[in-house]
């Protein structure tokens, strides 16, 4: 069907209505703020509590707004105008344009991601479209095991669907500029040979309807160069990954849906589960390289914001499709792995701060960058916020004339204090954080098959309440590690890229204990103060502190798997995709059951298997790469000493990058043994 061509003029009253109502809440809430501080005359710290408050508030009353304007538009159930939509002849009709479908992988586990491949391939061949299709798996691996694995299960992957000359597979020995580098580096050599290019995560997973149907919307649609497809979380057990999977899922369509709303073609890209267009993404979106050092300075970490802005500045307009499903994610096993995945995007965004005035950007591409970096900032505002207040009621206590009895008269539960005032603006508050989630809430029990799929209304609206309690004590915990990595980037801590725990793995109290331990002293000296300084705002301070002195006992039982399914078994946090599983994810978790035989030595592997040491020199044949001199060299005086001195890992891949060597070990090998 025909649609309007995007304009700027076609999101302007949206965003005025959006961002004209978060400031509105705001300020009313900043004089509220300020009428309560100023009951006993206003100090110079008081002043600055009030300035973090209403930067803090402004940021939850733009996620509300955005929300109701995502109800609305679910309500409507009508597309957002700016995009062509196929008509139903168009839909039937073949796909006339190339999509290389992308998986960049890092020591990830070989068995999950070809079955997540396998599942993908599957289910784009069950729609007749496979034609229009090439798949990559991008290997940055490190270690020897997982790179000769991921050769093992990609040759038998090819041999299970047909799928030569049509799955391919490479690895990087030089992986410079992480994921980013790994996507450019495929770029320029096969780029070219392809019209869009859908970017996937080692662990995401998209029905072969949904992705036809991206590719469909970029053909009709020239002028669009991103499409991102909001993923849903699923495929985990343990009790926090079964909470992010329900709350995903309750939530998740009403944030999903408000972002789109208002911000339309110049909306964000998250870095997979979206199709770009490929030519202006090769000619516009090379990252550059920032000056100085990390943390701030080297290669961008988080690619994806920047490509979006670079895309766009470009001319290209970039969208958030929450009308597309089956696009699928796994979320992180527990909170500990959720925060060392929540690290590494935090520097990446922060990055960010120094493109914001970059030349020709959108100004929206520079809003998604501070609102990137204020969905971290926001935890130490937070934290100074409330270290802020105590320290105005400290000021009072040690420098103003009152008594201290005077003084707390003006606090919570004191005689000067205006009850009703406080009660409204943290009524206000709450109701912010809150009516997104009743929202969603809400347009799940008006839909009886849907709230059927998650266990009935009643287990639904009891799994909402509980997934509640859960996230308000969670809140404080996330609130610090956040809160450390803001202040540990600017104080030049740099990252290290590492796979994520994708695994449920109970989690040790040892680990937990070591982890949250300052937790659980911050909590103490937070209740001290209170009760000291101002005994009537314990009751206000309630839930940071039970969640910070609960932090370990939060982490270990949330990362059980047998918590989590025993939620299952009484129909709590249900998904629909539990209840009705779609075929890409049955698919995929049969696959993944399956497994393959592991590879515990890499090199040993490669040189007793002939059918792994053929695979292995004919992929380095395909793709050469330069072995290290040094480490081949001492690698090789090992190994002709008759290999008794154990190699290193350095040394290890040396000799799996070098041809003549392992023939050479190949051979000898083969003398021996005849």
């Not at 999903?256 to 000619?283: C, K, T, V």
């Not at 696009?327 to 520097?347: F, I, K, T």
């Amino acid at each position: 069907m025909n649609a309007q061509p995007y304009t700027p003029a076609l999101a302007r009253p949206r965003r005025v209505m959006v961002l004209g109502l978060a400031a509105l809440s705001t300020g009313f809430a900043s004089v509220e703020m300020h009428r309560l501080l100023a009951a006993h005359g206003t100090t110079v710290p008081e002043l600055f509590v009030l300035g973090l408050f209403a930067v803090c508030f402004a940021w939850i009353a733009l996620s509300f707004w955005s929300g109701v304007a995502g109800f609305i538009q679910l309500v409507a159930n009508q597309r957002l105008p700016g995009l062509r939509w196929p008509t139903e002849e168009e839909a039937a009709g073949p796909l006339t344009r190339r999509t290389a479908v992308v998986m960049p992988v890092y020591n990830e586990d070989p068995s999950a991601v070809f079955a997540h491949v396998q599942a993908t391939y599957e289910s784009i061949a069950a729609t007749g479209q496979l034609d229009a299709f090439d798949f990559y798996v991008l290997s940055d691996s490190t270690r020897a095991e997982s790179w000769v694995a991921e050769e093992l299960a990609w040759s038998e992957l090819c041999r299970r669907v047909g799928g030569q000359g049509r799955i391919f597979y490479r690895r990087r020995s030089d992986n410079t500029a992480k994921k980013a580098g790994n996507l450019a580096e495929f770029c320029e050599r096969w780029g070219r040979r392809y019209d869009f290019l859908l970017v996937l995560d080692a662990d995401s997973l998209m029905a072969g309807d949904s992705v036809v149907q991206m590719a469909r919307l970029m053909e009709l649609n020239p002028g669009a160069g991103i499409l991102q497809v909001p993923p849903q979380n699923v495929g985990r057990s343990t009790l926090f990954a079964r909470l992010q999977q329900f709350a995903g899922r309750v939530y998740g369509p009403i944030v999903a849906a408000g972002a789109a709303a208002w911000q339309m073609g110049d909306s964000n890209y998250w870095g997979h589960n979206a199709i770009l267009r490929m030519a202006p993404f090769i000619e516009h979106c090379g990252l550059p390289v920032l000056p100085g050092q990390q943390p701030f300075g080297g290669h961008i970490l988080s690619h994806d914001f920047v490509e979006a802005a670079l895309m766009r500045r470009a001319g290209y307009t970039v969208w958030l499709v929450p009308e597309l499903g089956g696009s699928y994610e796994q979320p992180p096993p527990d909170l500990l792995a959720y925060a060392q995945r929540d690290r590494r995007w935090c520097q990446g965004n922060l990055q960010h701060l120094g493109l914001v005035m970059a030349g020709g950007l959108h100004p929206m591409s520079r809003m998604h960058f501070l609102m990137g970096v204020m969905s971290y900032v926001a935890s130490p505002l937070w934290l100074i916020f409330l270290v802020a207040g105590l320290f105005a009621a400290l000021h009072e206590w040690f420098f103003a004339p009152a008594t201290l009895l005077e003084f707390q008269s003006t606090l919570p539960g004191g005689d000067a204090f205006d009850t009703v005032g406080a009660l409204r603006l943290m009524a206000l508050s709450l109701a912010l954080l809150w009516i997104p989630r009743l929202m969603g809430l809400g347009l799940l029990l008006a839909n009886r098959e849907e709230a059927a799929r998650m266990g009935g209304r009643f287990k639904l609206v009891l799994s909402v309440m509980l997934e509640g309690v859960v996230s308000t004590l969670m809140a404080p915990v996330m609130m610090l590690f956040q809160s450390h990595f803001v202040f540990g980037t600017l104080l030049g801590y740099k990252v290290n890229w590492s796979s994520q725990q994708r695994e449920d793995t109970d989690l040790p109290w040892s680990e937990a204990l070591s982890r949250h331990k300052w937790h659980m002293v911050i909590g103490g000296v937070l209740a001290a103060l209170t009760i000291a300084v101002a005994p009537g705002m314990l009751a206000w301070l309630s839930p940071v502190i039970v969640g910070l002195w609960l932090a370990p006992a939060i982490s270990v039982f949330t990362a059980r798997a047998s918590l989590g399914l025993w939620a299952q078994r009484k129909g709590l946090f249900l998904i629909p995709e539990e209840a009705e599983p779609p075929t890409v994810l049955v698919r995929a978790q049969e696959l993944a059951e399956e497994g393959m035989e592991p590879v515990d030595d890499a090199l040993d592997h490669v040189l007793s298997d002939p059918r792994a040491h053929a695979l292995h020199l004919a992929l380095l044949e395909s793709h050469p790469t330069a072995s290290v001199p040094v480490a081949l060299a001492s690698a090789r005086r090992k190994l002709l000493a008759g290999g008794v001195e154990p190699l290193s890992p350095q040394e290890k891949s040396a000799v799996l990058l070098d041809a003549r060597t392992l023939s050479e070990l190949r051979g000898r090998r083969l003398g021996v043994q005849a």
